[in-house]
């Protein structure tokens, strides 16, 4: 056994696993991130990142990637008996608001995705270890690290180790937590990415033929001239047993429920079968070793909710890892991942089996909305931790102003030092933890922050100014609220003062009045475990 350890040993490289290995390779942790695929996986069936997990990979530097290899969700195109009936787009209400730069989710490969983000961490000097299967965990000497055996037979060590390796993760498996919930066998899909030459199937929507058979659905896949996604109902033997898909099994699905020549189907790779799982684990830590993404919690596809919750637990997960490693909190940090992440997969399970019901149902019913599935609630901005133990106070009457736990609204704003268009996640995003400050009153307090943490990544503090302030002595970092915007997000109003602090996860800690430092203070020594501001703070 090598005496070298690493800080945090990932198993799994999907998209859960590469956002936490980013996420803390950039905080300057020790990262390490393997794989037992001989090669980097390839699927397709997550089709791309929701409003919330745009916002992450915009922290995160890649969303700029993303948007370019990606396209805007398609309106669906709905058949019936091979003739076309209806047109649905989910998302053909949505607008931009303040609040938010991305108003609906991004089509894009998940494989592209999983490609965008290997590069960002190969910026930071990690590369995934492919071929590597863990088959041992054992807890080390003095409960310091965990040894970590792999299939050669090799042990290493790591401070931390997280399994974010799928639905039948050995880690998991490993450590004994159950994985209880129900498989629907009769609920079976297939799916695959296929080359299709159709002039007449626009690549402008995404096509949907149902009938009393089943279904068949192609959505073009972005930056591809020809390559489409594949799904639906499996072929069946005489016993009534899906078939595995393959090339020739698309084919004949196809012509069957759109009338059209199989022969237009020319490849297909990625092939996969899909049934509807709904599982969860009953914790997500034991030790040093805890579990994110499907290893945690698998749900219906509807929604198209999987990779994104496994994207928005890394997240969560990455900054506390961050904290800990970093000696600026205990140990006891890490439990509150589970405390808030456990209850957002049961809701999301919940959610999803709800949309896929009521797909089902439309897909039985003439005339049946099929973009029931996209709901704003699976944009994921709602999604917060009231109930959270990090969750502190709201000691501001505005009834308007957010809920510690609740997401950081974001606004748009101008930098107060060049006068050029930012936003508020531009100022939260890097990891570090923001103290926002509204109003004359607050810039006593922001001065300590800034005096007691420094320029270090820890915290940042924030001045947003409102257009009719002077700001010309403004201090590095600041804002000039030009329209408002920021200060009607926290329920600051007009000419108002207020203080608000953000977790490095754009989640409010506190909401305070300008005059009142010490919770700002209580709250900065919880996360961080530095010296509260002086007492001189008036």
């Known amino acids: 056994m090598t005496d070298a350890s690493t800080d945090v040993l990932i198993v799994g490289a999907g998209p859960t696993g590469l956002t936490l290995a980013l996420d803390l390779a950039r905080r300057g942790a020790a990262v390490r991130i393997v794989d037992k695929s001989p090669a980097h996986p390839r699927t397709s069936r997550a089709k791309g990142p929701n409003p919330r997990s745009l916002e992450i990979l915009a922290d995160l530097g890649v969303v700029d990637e993303v948007l370019a290899a990606g396209s805007a969700p398609l309106p669906m195109r709905v058949y019936r008996d091979h003739r076309p009936v209806a047109e649905t787009d989910p998302w053909a209400d949505a607008a931009p608001t303040p609040t938010t730069r991305f108003d609906r989710p991004w089509l894009i490969a998940q494989w592209r995705l999983e490609e965008i983000l290997r590069a960002r961490l190969a910026g930071h000097g990690v590369r995934v270890e492919l071929g590597r299967e863990v088959v041992g965990l054992a807890e080390g000497a003095g409960g310091h690290h965990v040894d970590v055996t792999f299939t050669e037979g090799r042990a290493e060590r790591a401070r931390y180790v997280v399994g974010c390796d799928g639905a039948h993760s050995p880690v998991r498996r490993l450590l004994g937590i159950t994985f209880d919930g129900t498989t629907a066998e009769d609920q079976v899909m297939v799916s695959g990415d296929v080359e299709l030459d159709h002039e007449d199937l626009g690549r402008d929507r995404w096509h949907q ?26 072929e069946r033997d005489a016993d009534g047993r899906p078939l595995a898909p393959t090339l020739d099994g698309f084919r004949r699905l196809f012509t ?16 996969s079968t899909y049934r509807v799982n709904v599982r969860m684990a ?19 596809v509807a929604g198209g909710l999987g990779m994104n919750t496994g994207i928005q637990d890394a997240f969560n997960l990455g900054w506390k890892l961050g904290q800990v490693l970093a000696g600026q909190a205990d140990a006891g940090l890490l439990d509150t991942y589970e405390e808030e992440r456990l209850p957002v997969a049961a809701w999301t399970l919940d959610l999803t089996s709800d949309r896929l019901r009521a797909t089902l149902e439309a897909i039985r019913e003439p005339g049946g909305n099929l973009g029931s599935a996209m709901t704003p609630e699976t944009a994921g901005l709602g999604i917060g931790y009231r109930w959270s133990s990090l969750a502190g106070t709201k000691t501001t009457s505005a009834s308007s102003a957010p809920h ?4 950081a609204p974001d606004a748009p704003c101008r930098d ?6 930012t936003h508020l996640y531009g100022t939260f995003a890097s990891p570090h933890t923001t103290v926002l400050g509204f109003g004359p ?3 006593a307090v922001l001065r300590e922050v800034a005096a007691t943490y420094g320029e270090g990544p820890g915290v940042r503090a924030c001045r947003a100014y409102a257009a009719h302030e002077d700001h010309g002595t403004a201090e590095p970092g600041s804002l000039i609220d030009d329209q408002g915007h920021a200060a009607a997000a926290y329920g600051i109003g007009a000419g108002g003062n207020g203080l608000v602090v953000i977790r490095p996860d754009h989640h409010v800690g506190i909401v305070a009045p300008a005059g009142d430092p010490g919770s700002v203070r209580e709250y900065l020594r919880r996360l961080h475990g530095a010296p509260g501001m002086v007492d001189a703070v008036r």
Do not use: K, N
């Not at 510690?404 to 997401?407: E, K, N, W, Y």
């Not at 107060?416 to 268009?421: I, L, S």
């Open 209 to 234: 033929w149902f009938d009393e058979d089943g279904a068949v659905m192609l959505c073009p896949i972005p930056g591809t001239r020809t390559g489409w996604w594949f799904q639906a109902g499996p």
């Open 282 to 300: 009953d914790r997500y830590r034991m030790g040093r070793v805890l579990l994110a993404g499907d290893a945690a919690h698998v749900h219906a």
């Open 441 to 443: 009153a607050s810039a």
């Open 416 to 421: 107060a030092a060049t006068g050029e268009r």
């Open 404 to 407: 510690p736990g609740d997401r």
């Open 256 to 271: 069957r429920h759109t009338g059209l020549p199989g022969r237009h189907l020319t490849r297909a790779e990625l092939l």
